[in-house]
């Protein structure tokens, strides 16, 4: 018989999951980031993509929920990134600032959105354009504790049928104890190639809104939990090679050597904002596409 706290007579009777779930937590975002990449490619589902090419391997696949204990601590990138800083900088401030707004035009050919517009300017047929980061500032002024500070992506009326719909599709917000807990829900996410990226910027914007919310109660609120949630959490076949960089990476250092603090790597991002605002400049005046 069973002692009180067994649970083994509660989960023999469970078949084996069709999507395996990968439920990692971190104290930091690399760490949660790394263990939950590694995690995926040691039991995701093994799943073809509409996007392979011939001969490439089918991907590995997970749903995946991603603890970051605390979304600002240090250190706060990791050294595996298939990136650069510069990079890693542009897309923070694409997606936190609206740097790339302007790159929206369908019509033209051009993109068909950008996280940071339809956070502020989601806009709906014969209606008002929204800011949704606005309106969940203002609930948690309301009531810090609402479970009803959140904002969309999704737009059924448009997205179904587009080449690249959001991956993306909520944020959550919540104050516990003077921390601004922060969920995201992605439908897909790239682990390797764009998922450090993503949440990093994310955890931005929960910086953003906790300066926003310290400001309007008067008291300081600090960024904490982060939860990265991923239907589709997966690893693409066609990268399998360049992604066993990374796994050597993480066995053969130790933690403090594969991270960056980012005080360590300052000078590379004030560089790298330096020339995000020229490239801006040129494509203000030229009218041209620039980082």
């Given amino acids: 018989m069973a002692q009180d706290g067994d649970s083994s007579t509660v989960s023999a009777g469970i078949p084996p999951l069709d999507l395996p779930v990968v439920h990692v937590t971190g104290?930091?975002?690399?760490?949660?980031?790394?263990?939950?990449?590694?995690?995926?490619?040691?039991?995701?589902?093994?799943?073809?993509?509409?996007?392979?090419?011939?001969?490439?391997?089918?991907?590995?696949?997970?749903?995946?929920v991603i603890v970051v204990a605390d979304a600002m601590a240090e250190p706060r990138i990791h050294r595996g990134l298939p990136g650069s800083i510069e990079a890693l900088e542009a897309y923070r401030q694409e997606v936190v600032d609206g740097i790339?707004?302007?790159?929206?035009?369908?019509s033209a050919g051009k993109w068909e959105y950008t996280y940071h517009d339809r956070l502020v300017r989601y806009s709906v047929p014969g209606g008002p354009n929204v800011n949704?980061?606005?309106?969940?500032?203002?609930?948690?002024?309301?009531?810090?504790?609402?479970?009803?500070?959140?904002?969309?992506?999704?737009?059924?009326?448009?997205?179904?049928?587009?080449?690249?719909?959001?991956?993306?599709?909520?944020?959550?917000?919540?104050?516990?104890?003077?921390?601004?807990?922060?969920?995201?829900?992605?439908r897909s996410n790239d682990a390797y190639k764009a998922g450090f990226m993503n949440m990093y910027a994310f955890t931005d914007i929960q910086r953003a809104v906790s300066i926003e919310l310290s400001n309007r109660l008067g008291r300081r609120i600090e960024p904490g939990q982060y939860t990265h949630i991923a239907d589709s959490f997966h690893i693409y076949g066609s990268y399998f090679e360049e992604f066993r960089s990374f796994l050597e990476?993480?066995?053969?250092?130790?933690?403090?050597?594969?991270?960056?603090?980012?005080?360590?790597?300052?000078?590379?991002?004030?560089?790298?904002?330096?020339?995000?605002?020229?490239?801006?400049?040129?494509?203000?005046?030229?009218?041209?596409k620039g980082l």
């Fill in 27 to 64: 104290a930091n975002l690399p760490e949660a980031w790394e263990k939950a990449v590694i995690e995926t490619w040691e039991r995701g589902a093994v799943v073809p993509t509409q996007y392979d090419a011939p001969g490439d391997p089918p991907s590995r696949d997970a749903l995946a």
């Fill in 100 to 106: 790339h707004d302007h790159w929206v035009d369908p």
């Fill in 132 to 186: 949704q980061l606005e309106q969940a500032v203002e609930a948690l002024v309301e009531a810090t504790h609402t479970r009803r500070a959140q904002a969309i992506m999704w737009k059924p009326w448009e997205d179904a049928g587009i080449v690249d719909p959001p991956c993306l599709q909520r944020l959550w917000f919540r104050v516990l104890d003077d921390r601004l807990v922060m969920n995201i829900h992605m």
């Fill in 249 to 288: 990476l993480v066995s053969s250092r130790p933690f403090d050597r594969r991270t960056y603090r980012t005080d360590d790597v300052a000078d590379i991002i004030a560089e790298a904002r330096e020339a995000i605002r020229r490239s801006l400049e040129t494509e203000r005046i030229e009218g041209r």
